[in-house]
């Protein structure tokens, strides 16, 4: 068990997601980032954005991949030769939906198997959409997102 897969929307990272890549990296050889490309809801960052601000957050870590996937996760976790999705769970009204997706993914794939990272207790609270939020109302976010994203976040709510 070598590689794991941690995917998500990423619009955009926050700390809590960067935590959880940085310690399921501790206890895996290989992370590949998988960024969905079209998220159901609207994104405010384009794909390429999103990318750009995990790459530069998990810089730190030399065993990440930041990739980008279109349709389904099994598909992509297939053509990569993955059978790890790690997930971070923040509070038990995370844990209905997650379950859902692990076991429809594991029933569309079976031998695909997804782990979950608790949230340390200081992101339990933190979404993408509440980060978006505060910031488009002029509340501070430094401190819950990568300097790189506050930047953006600042520079795309300005004025
Ligand atoms: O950051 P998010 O929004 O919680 O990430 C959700 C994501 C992208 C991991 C999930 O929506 C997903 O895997 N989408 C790809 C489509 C798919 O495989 N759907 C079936 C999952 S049960």
Known sequence: MTAALCPGSFDPPTNGHIDVIERTSRHFQRILVAVIANPSKDSLFSLEDRKQMLS???????????DSFDGLLVDFARRKDVSVVVKGLRAVSDFEYEL??????AALAPGLDTM???????????????????????GAV???????????L??????
């Open 154 to 159: 600042k520079e795309r709510f300005a004025g």
């Open 142 to 152: 430094d401190g819950l997102v990568p300097p790189g994203v506050a930047v953006a």
């Open 100 to 105: 859902q997706m692990a076991e429809m993914n």
């Open 56 to 66: 530069q957050a998990l810089s730190h870590l030399d065993n990440i991949e930041i």
């Open 116 to 138: 979950f990272v608790t949230a340390k207790p200081a992101w339990a609270f933190l979404s993408s959409s509440l980060v978006k939020e505060v910031a488009r109302f002029g």
